[in-house]
């Protein structure tokens, strides 16, 4: 098992990597099609819209048209302004019926948007990974505007918490230690998937992770009451250092419609799934599917 040094060092070996092939391999946007209900990816902060290139790959091949914000850049404005321009771009497109996958701060713009942005109910449910719903208690030691919004405390998250109306409809998937988040990513009143896996970035590869948002984004979650998910770590093998897959155990109520696709980041075969008790871009550049 790695050590918590480890783990940093592997997760920001990864973002590393994920930073320069958005910048040298996959600048294009993905070219939205499918039949299936469309899904709005949100990235972090820091982050562009390629970090979350293998949930988007998945999404697409199960038959989502899956979209980006191209304008969110790397994702440092305001949550209320970020939440606000990707609203716009639900809007523009005529968006309904959408899912949001988001990373990290994009949990915290997706459930914005469905408090106070999204007065039209395009959006039917928010998938979060590693996100802060509770902010995280490193980002006071932290001088840089962008990453002090996580602080606990701070004016948009307390007011984030202090509604809790559409927790209901949020899936909330989470490792077991995250080095950016030490108090968690537990939303109450939301459907929150813990699984054994650790970093924060790495999870978006993490086959576990991939298979738990394809099933979570398959789910009738808004008008099917889904008990909060707890995942038996016993019925699953550990976490290795590569992210291969492992047997998983999520909620049979989110199981997957068929057959488990391999990630696109790592290339490892999917997991199986048990039952447990517990159009283009709005603003231009080329457009290639995100799948491929």
Partial sequence: MLGRAGVWLLDYAYAARVTLGANFRHRAAPRPRGHLAPVLLIPGVYERWQFLRAAGGRLA????????????GRNIDEIPDAAALAQRYLDEHDLRNVTI???SKGGLIGKHMM?????????DKLVAIASPFQGSTLAKYVPVRPLRAFIPTATTLTLLAANAEVNSRIVSIFGEYDPHIPIGSRLEGATNIPLPANGHFRLLADVRVLDAVVAAVASAL???????????????????DSGSSMTSALPATIAPP?????????????????????GHSAHGGSSTNVAE
């Fill in 258 to 278: 068929g057959p488990s696709v391999p990630s696109t980041d790592s290339g490892a075969p999917a997991s199986s799934v048990q039952s447990t008790d517990g």
């Fill in 101 to 103: 996958v988001a990373h």
């Fill in 61 to 72: 091949r199960a038959g989502h048209p899956v979209h980006v914000v191209e304008l969110l």
């Fill in 115 to 123: 408090l106070f942005d999204d007065v039209d109910s395009r959006i």
């Fill in 222 to 240: 808004p008008s099917t009451t889904i008990a909060q998910s707890t995942i038996a770590q016993s019925t699953i093998a550990p976490s290795t």
